[in-house]
């Protein structure tokens, strides 16, 4: 008996090492904007957590709808990433798969599980969990790419950008650019309050006062006082979670129910994510 759990450990501990030194070659993962399991494009934010988690053990990370030229040129340069639902009477269960350009298995995770009965916590959840399958492979990037190089295809598609032309708005559509109601819920009476102001959107962290202001990418943060942003949010392609970036950090940033700015940074040398709520103000 000994014998066979002495064996199973160095079994393992093999696997790992072996998947460990597959992916190190790799530099790249893309992350699909949606999962077969789920109904729409990043519910329950799951996408955007993957990218978030890959990128806290190392790699760096790409949406599939936002790849660099590199990756557009040859996706063999990355591993593609997916999540499954594995079936689970009384739990959500969830594995990370990577795979190459050939659509081979190089990797699965450990089956994250949740008991939680709401589903974005439940998801969310079974994911991290999953995700110490990737902790423990202590990925590195070692700078030894061994690709295939990108298939070749006869027929040239020459892509044409048409600069964007925009309609007259109609009555219902007549408002300040620099307010976002469907990300900001807010009433009718204090967008026209905030329209007035500047086109600012406030908050409140602790006793500090902060706004937002519209940008082409998102949004610009400020501190009150400050004539330069701090920090900014660029949207992803639903308008619905934000990467946050300042100078010092970067993260993920949502408006939750009542329209308060919620920032998730991680902090890569204590391994744990800060979160922040900055209050919406009338």
């Known amino acids: 008996m000994k014998k066979l759990l002495i064996f199973t450990f160095v079994f393992i501990g093999f696997l790992s090492s072996t998947f460990g030194q597959d992916l190190n070659s790799y530099k790249y993962v893309i992350v699909p904007s949606s999962f077969e399991f789920l109904r729409e494009p990043n519910q329950y934010q799951l996408n955007e957590l ?42 959500t269960k969830l594995v990370v798969v990577l795979k190459d350009c050939k659509n081979n298995q190089l990797f699965i995770s450990k089956e994250g599980s949740s008991r939680e009965k709401d589903y974005k916590t439940a998801y969310q959840e079974a994911l991290r969990d999953a995700f110490e399958s990737i902790s423990a492979l202590n990925y590195k990037y ?9 298939p070749k295809s006869e027929n040239v598609v020459q892509l044409v950008i048409i600069p964007e032309t925009k309609a007259e708005p109609t009555a219902q559509e007549n408002m300040p650019a620099e307010v976002e109601v469907s990300i900001l819920p807010v009433s009718k009476d204090q967008t026209v309050k905030n329209s007035k102001n500047e086109n600012k959107v406030n908050f409140l962290y602790e006793t500090k006062a902060f706004y937002l202001k519209r940008s082409d990418n998102g949004y610009i943060f400020f501190q009150k006082g400050m004539t330069e942003p701090f920090a900014e949010l660029i949207a992803s392609k639903n308008n619905q979670t934000y990467f946050y970036t300042s100078i010092t950090s970067q993260g993920i940033a949502t408006f939750d129910k009542v329209g308060n700015l919620v920032v998730e940074i991680f902090i890569r040398e204590k391994g744990l994510i800060d979160t922040k709520v900055y209050k919406l103000q009338d």
């Open 50 to 91: 993957t990218k978030f988690l890959f990128e806290k053990y190392g790699f760096e990370v790409y949406m599939d709808e936002e790849l660099p030229a590199e990756l557009i040129e040859n996706r063999c340069k990355a591993l593609i990433a997916n999540v499954k639902k594995e079936s689970g009477l009384f739990s």
């Open 142 to 150: 070692d700078g030894q790419v061994s690709v295939a190089p990108a």
